[in-house]
Nanobody
Framework: QAQLVESGGGLVQPGGSLRLSCVASGSAFSVYAMGWYRQAPGKQRELVATIHSGGRTNYADSVKGRFTISRDNAKNTMSLQMNSLKPEDTAVYYC??????????WGQGTQVIVSS
């Protein structure tokens, strides 16, 4: 079973930036579409960004133009560059495979708090 570890979260002011990282063991990346998810308190987990093995990306409307997802298949790593952060971006962020039949156990995530 591959493992996912998220890092890079923290406290940032509105309008600020943060870069999250996801590191996977085994063959978690490479041939799978990967995504960043977030879950705010009392809310459902939502997919905010997807990157396919070939590099094609997709974003939720709420983050489009502000977030950028990237991956390094050789290193089994993935990043989420978050700019122009808003209070509504506050959540715990997770990474995982996007295709549900291939998803791994969820990691602990990394907390992002956007507040002044």
């Amino acid at each position: 079973q591959a493992q996912l570890v998220e890092s890079g979260g923290g406290l940032v002011q509105p309008g600020g930036s943060l870069r999250l990282s996801c590191v996977a063991s085994g063959s978690a990346f490479s041939v799978y579409a990967m995504g960043w998810y977030r879950q705010a308190p009392g809310k459902q987990r939502e997919l905010v960004a997807t990157i396919h093995s070939g590099g094609r990306t997709n974003y939720a409307d709420s983050v489009k133009g502000r977030f950028t997802i990237s991956r390094d298949n050789a290193k089994n790593t993935m990043s989420l560059q978050m700019n122009s952060l808003k209070p509504e971006d506050t959540a715990v962020y997770y990474c995982n495979r996007v295709e549900r039949e291939f998803q791994l156990s969820w990691g602990q995530g990394t907390q992002v708090i956007v507040s002044s």
